[in-house]
């Protein structure tokens, strides 16, 4: 804690560019996050909304500016350092990413017994509580392919969760999965953020969980950030692509050029 | 055309220098995770390594030695054809033993655990790497040399050199099963011959060929893994271009090695 300015945000991105070759995919983001929020990253396909996740979380490496975790920069971090953080943030990745190897248990004991010192004893009891948690409480020894997708997605969740950590990352949190399944995702990193007064970054294109989990959204587009704020702000912008966006209204000229086919195929 | 010819040279070279150079990162990382780090006290996964063992070692004698025990028959009456023009058939005896001890051996163990082992490493990390496995160890904070690359990496150089020397006896026996079974040459006759053929410095040279073959086979797999961008398909490329490399490269180590025990005779 330095003061009481820089306490109030965890996460303070500043210019930010991020190149793959020459193409340019994040192009000058700057945003923070406020210690306890739902902070969403909206964005359509390949606007780099997943880019931008994969950066904050130091798995690539930025062509310019500055990320601050807790006040330090992830980008000019040194390794030792850089463990340090990761033991405080945790990642749910869009395909849930459990080792297959390994059954749900161990998927959520293995940080633990990595980063601490506790006996065996101790950690089985603390991965029972992770998994109790997300309601995988019967699952311990389950291999990941003998769960459906929204277990594994929880299970990815309890394996975040396994060193407590102050800010937790979702990539995708809901693709893939049906509705109801969904809604109990966006309930559970509702309750995690209220339980444990817990930062979250969410990724995500699904409107209806935007409406449920966002404190703030920012809404990428082509790599910029289009608008940024709570859903009210949100809901007063003007901007087109926002517009569009919100109202699930598709792109004109695609519209044209295959209703025209569907037209003279009606024709017929 | 020229152009474009020389500018496809320059960037053959330009491509063979980069993944040179990965390739030597990979070797670093590789030995400061096996020596460096437990020493600084990281610890090593002496478990995951003894697994790998197993897999690459134990679980290849069968087919090893099958094949070894068919190569070894089929020198035995190889040889055996062109020595009976001399009447000199228990000189097979030489032919078989230097030939497995300095070349078959080490050679056949290692192309036959590169179609079992390498191409398993090479798909179980290119898996890995496709489904963010390897990401979300990097998240945790943890190395993917350490926990992957290391474990393989004890396993293999140990495996394939205790492969080669079950697969030099087995390859000699094969050469008896001819003399004795087929030829009718007495058993300690052909004992001795063997016995008087053999100096150590053909098994030294063989053992040290197979611990070569290990690393190769190992680092090829790995860094074939490592490459897999995507999707299903390029676990499916990088696993046929991990065999054909590493095939490729234990010919080359092979004869190196071979030219430096022959002029250091």
């Excluded at chain 1, 509705?179 to 995702?185: D, K, N, R, S, T």
């Excluded at chain 2, 001819?178 to 063989?206: E, P």
């Amino acid at each position: 804690m330095m003061n009481n300015n820089n306490s109030e945000y965890v996460i303070e991105v500043e210019n930010l560019i991020v190149q793959y070759g020459t193409r340019r995919v994040l192009d000058n983001i700057s945003f923070k996050v406020k210690k306890g929020e739902i902070f969403v990253i909206l964005g359509g396909s390949g606007c780099g909304k997943s880019t931008l996740l994969r950066t904050l979380v130091g798995l690539i490496r930025p062509h310019s500016g500055k990320i601050l975790m807790f006040g330090k920069d992830v980008t000019t971090i040194r390794v030792q350092e850089q463990i340090k953080l990761l033991k405080r943030i945790g990642m749910c990745f869009q395909n849930s990413a459990l080792f297959n190897s390994m059954t749900v248990g161990e998927n959520v004991a293995l940080p633990l017994k990595e980063h601490t010192h506790l006996a065996d004893s101790t950690i089985d009891i603390m991965t029972q509580i992770k998994l109790d948690l997300v309601g995988l409480g019967g699952c311990s020894n389950l291999y990941p392919s003998q769960l459906s997708g929204g277990m594994k997605k929880r299970a990815g969740i309890a394996r975040a969760m396994a060193l407590d950590p102050e800010i937790i990352f979702y990539d995708e949190p809901s693709s893939g999965l049906d509705p109801i399944v969904a809604a109990g995702l966006d309930h559970l990193i509702r309750k995690m953020q209220n339980t444990f007064n817990l930062t979250s970054v969410v990724v995500t294109h699904d409107l209806e969980s935007v409406q449920i989990i966002a404190d703030r959204v920012c809404l990428l587009h082509a790599g910029k950030i289009v608008a940024i704020g709570d859903l009210k702000e949100m809901e007063l912008n003007s901007n087109s692509y926002l517009r569009q966006f919100f109202t699930r209204t598709p792109n004109p000229e695609e519209n044209q050029s295959t209703s025209a086919i569907l037209d003279s195929l009606e024709d017929m | 055309m020229i152009v474009s010819f020389l500018g496809k040279i320059g960037q053959i070279f330009l491509n063979g220098v980069h993944s040179a150079l990965v390739v030597c990162v990979l070797i670093m990382d590789t030995l400061n995770w096996l020596f460096l780090q437990p020493l600084l006290g990281r610890g090593l996964r002496w478990r995951s390594a003894i697994e790998h063992f197993v897999e690459y070692g134990f679980r290849s004698i069968p087919i090893v030695g099958l094949i070894s025990l068919l190569v070894g028959i089929i020198m035995g009456m190889q040889s055996a054809y062109t020595l009976q023009q001399w009447g000199a058939t228990i000189f097979m005896a030489n032919l078989v033993g230097i030939s497995a001890l300095r070349e078959l051996a080490p050679l056949m163990s290692a192309i036959l655990i590169t179609g079992r082992s390498g191409s398993a490493i090479t798909a179980e990390i290119g898996t890995m790497k496709v489904s963010e496995e390897v990401d979300a160890l990097m998240v945790m904070g943890l190395n993917p040399v350490k926990f992957l690359v290391v474990p393989k990496f004890i396993g293999m150089v140990i495996a394939v050199p205790c492969v080669t020397v079950l697969s030099m006896a087995i390859m000699i026996a094969g050469g008896f099963i001819v003399a004795v079974g087929i030829l009718g040459i007495d058993f300690w006759a052909y004992f001795d011959q063997t016995a008087n053929a053999l100096v150590s410095k053909d098994l030294f040279s063989g053992i040290v060929k197979s611990i070569f073959f290990g690393l190769t086979i190992c680092w090829v797999g790995i860094y074939r893994g490592f490459q897999v961008e995507g999707s299903a398909e390029s676990v499916g490329k990088m696993t046929t271009s991990s065999v054909v490399t590493s095939i490729f490269t234990i010919i080359v180590v092979d004869l190196i090695w071979t030219a430096l025990f022959y002029f250091t005779e």
